[in-house]
Structure formats: C-alpha cells, structure tokens
C-alpha cells in the first residue's frame, strides 16, 4: 500500500508540475484566437524541435512500440526509428517550409483553412476538418487508454483502469483551456526533455543489473532466436515500407503536428528544426524498442493487451524509479493529447463553427476553442472505456486515415494546375476506398502488386494513397476549364 502510494504521488507530483507551467502561460497568453492555437506563431528552435518530438512520442510510441518489439523483435525500429526519422523530416522540409510561408503571409491556423482559401471552397475546408477530427478522436483515445493501462499496471491493480484514463484527461482538459499553445509547447519541451532521459536511465539500469547488453541479448537470442533475423516473420519489406510510408505522411496530416508548421518564429528556426529531428527520434526509439526486445529473453510474460514496460521496471528497478519513468510515459501521452484536444478544437471551432455562425470575434472563438477542448476530451475518454483494440492497432489505423490527406494537399502546394474537383475526388476517393478496407469485410486490408509480387503485401493505406494521388491529377486534367480562378487563387500560396 505504501508502495502503491509513493508511484502515485511521483505522477500526481510531476503533473502539478506540469501544471504550474501551464499557469504561467496562461498569464502570458493574450485572449486572441491566434494567440491561443498558435502562441502568436513565436515559438524558437528548442521549443518548436522538443514540443513536436513529444506531440509525436505518445502512448504508441512510448508503450505500442516497446510491446511490438517484445512480441516481434526489434526490427519496428526500422519502421519507426529509422524510417519516419528521415521521411518525416524530408516531408518537415517538402510539406512543412512551404506551409510556414503561406501561413505567414494570409494568417492561416488550420490546413482547412489554408487550402480551402486556395481554392475558394468552404466545402473543402469542412471536408479536411471532418476527415481530421474523425481520426483524431480515436488517436486521443488511445492516449487515454494508454494512460489507464500503465497506470493499473504499475499499481498491479490498485487504480482501476477508467480511474487512470479519467484522471489524465480531466487533468489535460484543465491546463490545455487554461494555456493554450504556449503552455503546451512550453509542458511538451518539459516533458520532451523528461521522458528521454528517463528512458536512457532506464535501459543503464535494468542493463545493470542483468549484467550488461551483450548479456541481455545473449538471453533473447536463447529464449526466441527468431527476434534477431532481419526480415523474418512479420517484417517483410513492403510491411517495413507500408507502415514507414504511411505513419510519415500521416504524422504531417495530424492536426496537433501539421498546425506546429505554421508556428515557428523565423524561417531559420523551422530549418534548424526539421535537420534536428532524425537524431532525437533515434535517441528516443532505440531505447525504448530494445528494452521491450530484451525483455523477451528476461522471462518477462505479458498477456494479451498488456504493455511490457511497466512490467519490466516492476521487476528490475525501484518502485520509486519504475513510477518515474511510467510518469514519463504518461508524459508523452500528454503531451500528445493536449496538442491533439488543442489543434481539435481550433479546427472544430476554426473551420466548422466560423463557417456557420458569422460575426464571430477572436475572444469568442478562443472561447468555444476551449469548449471544444472539453467535448472531444470527454467524448474520447467515454470511447476509451470500452478498449477497442490494442495501441499498436489504434495508431496504425488512424495514421492510415490522415496519410490519405497528404498527396492531395502536396499536389496543392506545388501545382497551380489543381482544382477543387480535383481535390473532391482525390480525398473523398482515397478516404472512401481507405474506410472500407477498415471496416467492409470484402475489400482486402493488404495488396501484392504486380510488379513487385516478391515483396509481399502492401498495405490499403499505401494504395490509398495512390489512389488519392491518380484522382486529384486526373480530376484536375479533366476539369481544367474550372482550373481558371483556382490557379489565380494558387498565386498566394506561392509568397516567399
């Protein structure tokens, strides 16, 4: 009992101080609407590198992950770690620098916003923010569901699972109303630069005690040989390619990470950021994947549904050390979550409430901003009560669902020849054909192409994607007669 107490407070400790950072942006935040979703498009180098490191490193990173590898071997670092280390910094520069621009010069605070202008069209702009929130609530979700999950699993049961999901989100719902981007950039680089050292801590002192890496992979290598062949099992090069491809491009479509373009305070700062980044995803993954190989071969047994970290850190460190670290954990669900409730509601309120209600001034879309923090919150928190998949299949999903976005809205940024039906098509098609893979038994989850059928099944995401591509250039050709006042349109996104 005394135990279970002291893990509680080291969490319930490091939340109020992550609160109290809240605080102090609030009273340094001004009550614009600009100022609230994009701290008045300010933030510097450090700040913008380690609050997008911690938006993107959540439950799925942080536990999915580490489970992956204890159940597959190590090879996600591929997926994770190397690949979308490098492609997403490459999309940062692609995607990202041409956002910066155009956000500068029109005042853009949503990816709706910025290409519905481009095009003239308030149905687009709806349709981005719908596509967006859709898949959002299920990734806050997981957040939520993995909040819940370390907690009752560092407690052994003493907190209840909805108990750890609940308190998190009422806690993320009080300081994100509260901060708005400033807090939360200023909390994520907290919990950023937190939850790194604590994983690095981690792996010198389990590795410690087992008496160093060689001897824990020496262990894994007898207890399941199969965790250290290259290529084996699961990871064929079109899965590795697959889930690289389409978590990059979907990462530059979250909303709480697509809206961090538009932020940086110089041109300068947004370069340094993005050649920053493949090396602190590295510094992060490693770790934590080969922690979650290694405990494999340590005799660690975790069930279906089950995170491996927690169980882990029970058995080799300190009760006092393993809540640190799930606190760093529940860190990086935070600070992905309060980001997604934040850049959630600025496109609820920014893109759909605007486009109904007219008038509408900046203190008073701030405001239904804040409320829209608390509905998709508790909507999410209700959802995740019922545990609908594992972290692992949640955040595939909806990675899946937000990659759909990219190659049309890339098509946008760089060819004035694009038009609305163009767009129409390319994300309705690419959505529509995506969602039925999801849930319609009779359209296959997995494609072997025809000129590459020796490397295995590629994923409905990555022909999605495709398909999106092909529509929005072929709808466009066909319907250049329209192309006239979208290309004139075109010419603001092109400022430099």
Request: glycine share 14%; charged share 10%.
């Amino acid at each position: 009992m005394a135990e279970t107490a002291l893990q509680l407070g080291i969490i319930l400790g490091y939340l109020l101080l992550a609160l109290g950072v809240g605080v102090v942006a609030y009273r340094l935040t001004d009550r614009t609407a600009e100022d609230y979703f994009l701290a008045s498009r300010t933030l510097g180098t450090v700040v913008l590198l380690f609050t997008t490191f911690a938006t993107l490193l959540s439950a799925f990173t942080f536990f999915g992950g580490p489970t992956a590898a204890y159940r597959a071997g190590p090879e996600w670092i591929l997926v994770m770690g190397l690949m979308d280390g490098v492609l997403f910094g490459l999309l940062w520069y692609v995607i990202g620098y041409k956002q910066w621009l155009v956000g500068k010069v029109n005042g853009y605070v949503t990816l709706g916003e910025m290409i519905g202008d481009r095009f003239g069209s308030p149905i687009l702009r709806v349709l981005i923010a719908g596509i967006s929130l859709f898949w959002l609530l299920p990734y806050v979700m997981l957040q939520q569901q993995g909040a819940g999950t370390a907690i009752a699993a560092l407690t052994q049961g003493a907190v209840p699972y909805w108990v750890g999901a609940g308190g998190i989100t009422l806690f993320m719902i009080v300081y994100v109303v509260l901060s708005g981007m400033r807090g939360v950039a200023w909390t994520d680089t907290l919990q950023g630069l937190f939850m790194l050292g604590m994983i690095w801590v981690a792996v010198a002192w389990i590795l410690s005690v087992v008496g160093g890496p060689g001897a824990a992979t020496a262990e894994l290598a007898a207890a399941s040989p199969g965790h250290l062949t290259l290529g084996g099992g699961l990871y064929t090069p079109a899965y590795v390619l697959s889930t690289a491809i389409s978590i990059a491009f979907g990462v530059t479509m979250f909303p709480q990470v697509n809206q961090r373009f538009f932020v940086a305070g110089s041109k300068r700062v947004l370069k340094r950021t993005f050649a920053l980044w493949p090396v602190l995803v590295i510094l992060l993954f490693v770790p934590a994947f080969m922690l979650g190989a290694w405990a494999q071969g340590l005799g660690i047994v975790a069930g279906e549904g089950e995170n491996v970290l927690p169980l882990l850190l029970n058995e080799y460190t300190p009760a006092w050390f393993a809540a640190l670290v799930v606190a760093g954990a529940v860190a990086a669900m935070m600070s992905s979550s309060d980001s997604m409730l934040l850049s959630g509601s600025s496109y609820l309120t920014r893109d759909v409430y605007r486009q109904v209600v007219s008038g509408v001034t900046e203190r008073r879309e701030a405001l239904v901003g804040r409320m829209g923090v608390v509905v998709i919150a508790l909507l999410s928190f209700v959802a995740s009560l019922f545990q609908p998949g594992t972290l692992i299949d949640i955040g595939e999903t909806a990675f899946g669902g937000f990659a759909q976005l990219a190659l049309p809205v890339l098509v946008a940024l760089y060819w004035s020849g694009t038009t609305r039906y163009g767009m129409y098509a390319g994300i309705g098609g690419s959505q529509l054909f995506y969602l039925g893979s999801v849930f319609l038994p009779f359209v296959p989850a997995g494609y072997v192409l025809p000129f590459a059928p020796g490397l295995g099944g590629w994923s409905a995401s990555v022909v999605g994607m495709g398909l999106g591509l092909l529509l929005t250039l072929g709808v466009s050709v066909a319907t250049g007669h329209a192309a006239g006042e979208d290309a004139a349109a075109y010419q603001r996104l092109s400022a430099d």
